[in-house]
């Protein structure tokens, strides 16, 4: 093997490394949003509490991370890339604890609160940096780690959730030193936390945050250990596109008629229509959802953390395509297929016998094909939507307004997923879920055309050149 073979190999390696250091944030905010699923029961009851405050509980975390993704981009933009990411490890740290030791519901919530900022951080910061310190063939693969971890942080947080469900014997039930299960649910989250915040100490900062900040020198050794080769060319391209003379600014975003440039509304249209097919339904709700057709509470349990395997393994199909068929491929199919399975969906629901409490029921093969839709739905999504849309809004912008145009984009995304998650229950109670599903088949509908008519393929492209 020649020595340029070699130190590609350990460039490529030390790459994925640093990648998967700040994709550790995707893996919390995956974890701490699942989290909840298995505790909400019983914490409701150990507070006593409405289902209004309860469903506040589970959303304004949502809300939190809407400020959290705004003000994260400024942020990385004025202190580095690196700094704060371990501001989000300390806040998930302080937000795991405060969550397990909750004395009543408000402070609960305040707790949660503090973990939805974090969460919000890390969904702009870890896609900006992995964008910004991959080589461009690399660039579509590493980005889904993003997507990646966040599946496998909600898949861990269903099954610890579920696990330390059944050793207890419900959430509610005294676990290790007779401590309420549903506290240790959330103390299950301060290890990743740590570690993303010593991972992140670990981690050399974004090569085109330091030449923004006239740290050349830095730059170059950064770049020379993910680049290979002579990299001063490429530096000077950073330069170009940085803007050296002033900070990013919001106003960077404004067109000449003062509105919003089109690509950053393109950037909100696809943030907003990856939460509007109705998939964080499936994620918040899925036990309650498998409990109402008829399943047991342990079957449901499991049908969960199902889906939640099935959404991991294709996500990896989308990374291993992502830079061979491109970005709007993936995209246009995943849409289709979410169209055909939600639109079945709501045509099952739509059409079943209600029990005398007005929950459907399916009856015969009605609920194995529901079964099948909902799973098929889950991997149409997860090749597509999930990751592709994370891979976009880290590469679609250029550099001066990356950061800026990521934490509006991002922002919005959770507006959306709050948006999604706090109409569910009131849709369901007085539609029914087949109007709620006929929702979310329309919303998948419209984001085929808005992929045919508004996105420009990205695959191998330079980011100095978006």
């Given at each position: 093997?020649?020595?340029?073979?070699?130190?590609?190999?350990?460039?490529?390696?030390?790459?994925?490394?640093?990648?998967?250091?700040?994709?550790?944030?995707?893996?919390?905010?995956?974890?701490?949003?699942?989290?909840?699923?298995?505790?909400?029961?019983?914490?409701?009851?150990?507070?006593?509490?409405?289902?209004?405050?309860?469903?506040?509980?589970?959303?304004?975390?949502?809300?939190?991370?809407?400020?959290?993704?705004?003000?994260?981009?400024?942020?990385?933009?004025?202190?580095?890339?690196?700094?704060?990411?371990?501001?989000?490890?300390?806040?998930?740290?302080?937000?795991?604890?405060?969550?397990?030791?909750?004395?009543?519901?408000?402070?609960?919530?305040?707790?949660?609160?503090?973990?939805?900022?974090?969460?919000?951080?890390?969904?702009?910061?870890?896609?900006?940096?992995?964008?910004?310190?991959?080589?461009?063939?690399?660039?579509?693969?590493?980005?889904?780690?993003?997507?990646?971890?966040?599946?496998?942080?909600?898949?861990?947080?269903?099954?610890?959730?579920?696990?330390?469900?059944?050793?207890?014997?419900?959430?509610?039930?005294?676990?290790?030193?007779?401590?309420?299960?549903?506290?240790?649910?959330?103390?299950?989250?301060?290890?990743?936390?740590?570690?993303?915040?010593?991972?992140?100490?670990?981690?050399?900062?974004?090569?085109?945050?330091?030449?923004?900040?006239?740290?050349?020198?830095?730059?170059?050794?950064?770049?020379?250990?993910?680049?290979?080769?002579?990299?001063?060319?490429?530096?000077?391209?950073?330069?170009?596109?940085?803007?050296?003379?002033?900070?990013?600014?919001?106003?960077?975003?404004?067109?000449?008629?003062?509105?919003?440039?089109?690509?950053?509304?393109?950037?909100?249209?696809?943030?907003?229509?990856?939460?509007?097919?109705?998939?964080?339904?499936?994620?918040?709700?899925?036990?309650?959802?498998?409990?109402?057709?008829?399943?047991?509470?342990q079957n449901s349990l499991t049908i969960t953390v199902i889906t939640g395997a099935v959404n991991i393994i294709t996500t990896l199909v989308a990374i291993a395509f992502v830079d061979k068929f491109g970005r709007k491929p993936l995209l246009i199919l995943g849409?289709?297929?979410?169209?055909?399975?939600?639109?079945?969906?709501?045509?099952?629901?739509?059409?079943?016998?209600?029990?005398?409490?007005?929950?459907?029921?399916?009856?015969?093969?009605?609920?194995?094909?529901?079964?099948?839709?909902?799973?098929?739905?889950?991997?149409?999504?997860?090749?597509?939507?999930?990751?592709?849309?994370?891979?976009?809004?880290?590469?679609?912008?250029?550099?001066?307004?990356?950061?800026?145009a990521l934490s509006v984009a991002a922002a919005m995304q959770w507006v959306a997923n709050f948006v999604v998650s706090t109409t569910f229950p009131p849709i369901l109670q007085y539609l029914g879920l087949g109007a709620a599903y006929g929702l979310y088949t329309?919303?998948?509908?419209?984001?085929?055309?808005?992929?045919?008519?508004?996105?420009?393929?990205?695959?191998?492209?330079?980011?100095?050149?978006?």
């Amino acid at each position: 093997m020649s020595s340029t073979t070699t130190r590609r190999k350990s460039n490529t390696f030390y790459v994925i490394l640093i990648a998967g250091a700040a994709a550790l944030g995707g893996f919390l905010f995956g974890f701490d949003t699942a989290v909840i699923n298995g505790a909400v029961a019983a914490l409701s009851k150990a507070f006593n509490a409405n289902s209004v405050v309860t469903g506040f509980a589970v959303s304004l975390a949502l809300l939190g991370s809407a400020v959290g993704a705004f003000y994260a981009g400024k942020i990385a933009d004025r202190y580095g890339r690196v700094k704060a990411m371990v501001v989000a490890s300390v806040l998930f740290t302080i937000s795991a604890i405060g969550s397990g030791i909750a004395f009543g519901i408000w402070d609960f919530i305040f707790w949660r609160l503090l973990g939805g900022i974090a969460v919000g951080a890390a969904s702009v910061i870890a896609p900006a940096y992995i964008a910004e310190c991959s080589p461009t063939h690399l660039r579509g693969r590493l980005g889904s780690l993003q997507q990646l971890a966040i599946v496998v942080g909600i898949f861990i947080a269903l099954l610890s959730d579920y696990f330390i469900a059944v050793s207890a014997g419900s959430a509610e039930s005294p676990f290790l030193f007779g401590i309420a299960a549903w506290r240790w649910m959330f103390w299950t989250e301060i290890p990743p936390a740590v570690l993303y915040g010593m991972a992140a100490l670990m981690i050399p900062e974004s090569p085109r945050y330091l030449v923004a900040q006239g740290r050349e020198p830095e730059a170059a050794n950064v770049l020379t250990k993910i680049l290979g080769g002579d990299v001063r060319s490429k530096i000077e391209e950073i330069r170009q596109t940085v803007m050296r003379e002033r900070e990013p600014r919001f106003s960077d975003l404004l067109g000449r008629n003062g509105g919003l440039l089109r690509i950053v509304w393109i950037g909100i249209g696809l943030s907003v229509l990856q939460q509007l097919v109705g998939i964080n339904v499936i994620f918040y709700y899925s036990s309650i959802l498998w409990r109402s057709v008829g399943f047991s509470e342990q079957n449901s349990l499991t049908i969960t953390v199902i889906t939640g395997a099935v959404n991991i393994i294709t996500t990896l199909v989308a990374i291993a395509f992502v830079d061979k068929f491109g970005r709007k491929p993936l995209l246009i199919l995943g849409s289709i297929g979410m169209t055909l399975t939600l639109g079945t969906l709501a045509s099952i629901f739509g059409t079943a016998q209600l029990d005398p409490a007005g929950n459907p029921t399916l009856s015969g093969s009605a609920g194995i094909v529901a079964l099948i839709a909902a799973n098929l739905y889950v991997f149409c999504f997860g090749f597509s939507w999930g990751p592709v849309v994370w891979v976009l809004l880290g590469e679609m912008f250029n550099n001066k307004i990356r950061a800026a145009a990521l934490s509006v984009a991002a922002a919005m995304q959770w507006v959306a997923n709050f948006v999604v998650s706090t109409t569910f229950p009131p849709i369901l109670q007085y539609l029914g879920l087949g109007a709620a599903y006929g929702l979310y088949t329309t919303a998948a509908a419209i984001s085929l055309f808005f992929v045919l008519f508004f996105i420009k393929e990205t695959k191998g492209i330079e980011l100095e050149d978006m």
